[in-house]
């Protein structure tokens, strides 16, 4: 296992320690949150958890989690999470995050709007002092507006461009039958500003801007994992 990956199991795991039993948890997307999903389905199959119910985030969570042995609900039965945990594509200090490198930032962030407890977990390449360098912004786009939407950023003097299916041309659609546009801002100096100006455009359905939503971050090292809390989250 490479150093990147071992890092990516240790933010999973010390973020599994705060599943408690008879638990509701939101499960993300993507690599690092796939560590967290098989944690915590190996600690059910070892009696270390019970009566564990989870959200997933995504349509290949939904399959992974079911592989793990995790039971699946959905926020129409249970609309308040007592936990949630995800990846991130960048994060700063501040726990402000870029999310949507895969694509299912639209239900991550209704999960994590939707949770007591939002805990991002991620190795140290994402975390960064400059957010939105070196990554474009995901924005996920009604296909019907999507030419509207992308004049409008345009206009902004943003390059959008339409995720496509890897190694073809086709649309990449998400779990909700949306598109995706990645614009590349550049450094987002005032993320809050720049998330309420792209949700006035009509069509634009969500950034990945994930702000305000975690209460900690764990950061997987090559020797450890580092912890970063939100100023009010009490030490637990």
């Known amino acids: 296992m490479s150093w990147v990956e071992d890092a990516k199991r240790r933010s999973a795991e010390a973020a599994a320690k ?20 098989h944690i915590v389905g ?10 564990i119910l989870g959200v997933p985030t995504s349509q290949r969570t939904a399959a992974e989690a079911k592989e793990a042995g995790i039971a699946l ?5 249970h609309p308040r999470l007592d936990l949630s945990v995800d990846g991130a594509d960048q994060i700063n200090e501040e726990l402000e995050a870029i999310k949507g490198g895969g694509g299912a930032l639209l239900r991550e962030k ?17 975390l960064t002092s400059r957010l939105g ?4 912004l995901p924005i996920e786009v009604l296909p019907f507006s999507l030419g509207a939407v992308k004049r409008r950023l345009e206009g902004m003097k943003v390059r959008a461009s339409l995720r496509t299916i890897k190694g073809t041309a086709e649309p990449f659609v998400t779990d909700n039958g949306n598109y995706i546009l990645d614009a590349d801002f550049g450094y987002i100096a005032e993320p809050r500003a720049l998330d ?23 950061v997987g090292t090559p020797k450890g994992v580092r912890e970063i809390r939100s100023p009010g989250e009490k030490s637990r």
Not at 73 to 77: F, I, K, R
Not at 133 to 136: D, K, L, Q, R, T
Not at 196 to 218: H, S, V
């Open 42 to 51: 190996s600690h059910l199959r070892s009696g270390k958890l019970e009566d």
């Open 18 to 37: 705060h599943v408690e039993n008879g638990s509701i948890i939101g499960l993300g997307s993507g690599s690092t949150a796939m560590h967290f999903v």
């Open 133 to 136: 360098e070196g990554f474009p």
């Open 110 to 126: 209704v999960v994590a709007s939707a949770s007591e407890m939002y805990i991002i977990i991620v190795d140290e390449r994402k």
């Open 73 to 77: 609900t959905s926020l129409d039965e």
């Open 196 to 218: 309420g100006l792209l949700k006035e455009i009509p069509g634009l359905l969500e950034t990945g801007l994930f702000l305000d939503y975690a209460n900690m971050a764990y």
